[in-house]
């Protein structure tokens, strides 16, 4: 299924699109770090990477003519920055707001689907108004800005459009769902708070919604607190446990509840599982590990205070002037501090260990702090494909298993090609 991949940064959305069966047209990113990484991989032969045409530079400049309309899908993170918790909050002010180029991509391409992925900021009251106006425009594609509109006046227009319904299946029209997603929850060792704005064409009568969760804090509790399986599986020595955050009233409630559940969900990864097999960076012991080397210099203080082994990390940032809270460091069983090196952070955003980044620490920690994490973009990223390939065999008639087998073989030919089969 062909793909483009805008704001690609170091590929974490790009990869999970991979693995999901999407193949891209054009994989754009305006940092040259971040792009370094990709064609360093490219160089070194990794395989999810081998055929991406990467492009740097600004995606307002690409010759977009140059591609197919009508492909599979369009996604990416734009950037966050104007949205951030820790950023300036200016929204459309912003130079940075990537939302109406991609909404005019969208109605360049005429994709069957896209996915943006961004901060939970977007989601502040504060944004409410400039939140419900990009996704009117992502529902709208075919309404743009007029020269004599400000964004307040374009917003009011989109809304009456959206309650006509008049647009709906005549002009190029999006259904949208958006929902807002713990990493933790999808298997992911750590807490990362995101956004997803996924929307099909309406002509396509889709029924998708986002992957239900397989994750949870309150199996890590259980596993921990309750059965204390956690530490025998991780050999953990009495010693090192942390004092249990639950009362014997809590411990007892906790049991009945996941007793009830006949499937309990799976428990949070944690930073120590995460990291288990991994050496420690400052001890010089021989290791294959690639980007796994000691950063001297982590210091605690109020505010800044790390993450904790047995939970799942916190939100791996990537602050301009310095990574506040200390996000970018962890706690040792002595209560010590230190930073995690490349490769332990890309373990927490699931990037896989045989995948380089280019560049030095602190330069690395932004690619890594801006990128989607490879397996939650992989199971939304295949739940879009299933509807894709699903919405595809309805369209063609095919019922059968041996038509269903042939039918996803030919996914990736032209619709006249499927229409023959």
Same mark, same amino acid.
Request: aromatic share 10%.
């Given at each position: 299924?062909?793909?483009?991949?805008?704001?690609?940064?170091?590929?974490?959305?790009?990869?999970?699109?991979?693995?999901?069966?999407?193949?891209?047209?054009?994989?754009?990113?305006?940092?040259?770090?971040?792009?370094?990484?990709?064609?360093?991989?490219?160089?070194?032969?990794?395989?999810?990477?081998?055929?991406w045409p990467i492009h740097e530079g600004d995606v307002r400049d690409y010759d977009w003519k140059a591609l197919p309309t009508d492909i599979e899908l369009v996604s990416g993170g734009p950037p966050c920055q104007p949205f951030s918790m820790g950023g300036?909050?200016?929204?459309?002010?912003?130079? $940075?707001?990537?939302?109406?180029?991609?909404?005019?991509? =969208?109605?360049? !391409?005429?994709?069957? &689907?896209?996915?943006?992925?961004?901060?939970?900021?977007?989601?502040?009251?504060?944004?409410h108004n400039y939140f419900e106006y990009i996704r009117l425009q992502l529902e709208f594609p075919e309404s743009p800005i007029r020269k004599s509109e400000d964004w307040h006046g374009h917003y009011v227009r989109l809304q009456a459009e959206h309650s006509s319904g008049k647009q709906h299946g005549k002009a190029l029209t999006y259904r949208l769902q958006t929902n807002l997603v713990n990493a933790a929850d999808y298997g992911v060792p750590q807490r990362r708070e995101r956004v997803f704005i996924v929307g099909f064409r309406y002509d396509l009568e889709t029924t998708w919604s986002m992957p239900e969760q397989t994750h949870s804090h309150s199996a890590l509790l259980h596993d921990q607190w309750v059965t204390g399986d956690y530490w025998e $599986?991780?050999?953990?020595?009495?010693?090192?446990?942390? =004092?249990?955050? !639950?009362?014997?009233? &809590?411990?007892?409630?906790?049991t009945r509840q996941l007793s009830l559940i006949e499937e309990p969900l799976k428990p949070w990864k944690t930073v120590r599982e995460a990291l288990s097999d991994m050496p420690h960076p400052e001890k010089r012991v021989k290791h294959s590990f690639i980007n796994h080397t000691h950063q001297p210099g982590a210091k605690a203080y109020p505010g800044h205070t790390g993450s904790p082994l047995d939970l799942p990390a916190k939100t791996l940032k990537a602050g301009g002037h310095g990574v506040p809270g200390g996000e970018n460091m962890m706690v040792n069983?002595?209560?010590?501090?230190?930073?995690?090196?490349?490769?332990?952070s890309a373990r927490l955003q699931t990037f896989p260990d045989g995948y380089r980044f280019h560049g030095a620490w602190g330069e690395v920690m932004r690619q890594l702090g801006n990128a989607v994490p490879?397996?939650?973009?992989?199971? =939304?990223?295949?739940?879009?494909?299933?509807?894709?390939?699903?919405?595809?065999?309805?369209?063609?008639g095919f019922k059968t298993t041996a038509d269903v087998a042939k039918a996803i073989a030919q996914m990736n030919r032209p619709a006249a090609v499927l229409k023959r089969a």
């Amino acid at each position: 299924m062909r793909a483009v991949e805008l704001f690609a940064g170091a590929g974490g959305l790009a990869l999970g699109a991979s693995l999901a069966g999407f193949e891209p047209l054009a994989v754009l990113e305006w940092d040259r770090w971040a792009c370094d990484t990709l064609r360093e991989n490219q160089k070194r032969g990794y395989p999810l990477v081998s055929g991406w045409p990467i492009h740097e530079g600004d995606v307002r400049d690409y010759d977009w003519k140059a591609l197919p309309t009508d492909i599979e899908l369009v996604s990416g993170g734009p950037p966050c920055q104007p949205f951030s918790m820790g950023g300036k909050h200016g929204a459309y002010n912003d130079r $940075r707001d990537m939302f109406p180029a991609s909404v005019d991509i =969208v109605r360049r !391409l005429r994709p069957k &689907a896209f996915i943006f992925e961004n901060v939970k900021g977007l989601t502040r009251s504060a944004f409410h108004n400039y939140f419900e106006y990009i996704r009117l425009q992502l529902e709208f594609p075919e309404s743009p800005i007029r020269k004599s509109e400000d964004w307040h006046g374009h917003y009011v227009r989109l809304q009456a459009e959206h309650s006509s319904g008049k647009q709906h299946g005549k002009a190029l029209t999006y259904r949208l769902q958006t929902n807002l997603v713990n990493a933790a929850d999808y298997g992911v060792p750590q807490r990362r708070e995101r956004v997803f704005i996924v929307g099909f064409r309406y002509d396509l009568e889709t029924t998708w919604s986002m992957p239900e969760q397989t994750h949870s804090h309150s199996a890590l509790l259980h596993d921990q607190w309750v059965t204390g399986d956690y530490w025998e $599986r991780n050999k953990v020595a009495k010693k090192h446990r942390p =004092v249990s955050p !639950l009362s014997a009233t &809590a411990n007892q409630t906790l049991t009945r509840q996941l007793s009830l559940i006949e499937e309990p969900l799976k428990p949070w990864k944690t930073v120590r599982e995460a990291l288990s097999d991994m050496p420690h960076p400052e001890k010089r012991v021989k290791h294959s590990f690639i980007n796994h080397t000691h950063q001297p210099g982590a210091k605690a203080y109020p505010g800044h205070t790390g993450s904790p082994l047995d939970l799942p990390a916190k939100t791996l940032k990537a602050g301009g002037h310095g990574v506040p809270g200390g996000e970018n460091m962890m706690v040792n069983d002595d209560g010590s501090y230190r930073y995690f090196t490349i490769r332990e952070s890309a373990r927490l955003q699931t990037f896989p260990d045989g995948y380089r980044f280019h560049g030095a620490w602190g330069e690395v920690m932004r690619q890594l702090g801006n990128a989607v994490p490879v397996e939650l973009a992989r199971q =939304v990223m295949s739940s879009v494909a299933i509807q894709l390939v699903e919405t595809q065999l309805r369209k063609h008639g095919f019922k059968t298993t041996a038509d269903v087998a042939k039918a996803i073989a030919q996914m990736n030919r032209p619709a006249a090609v499927l229409k023959r089969a």
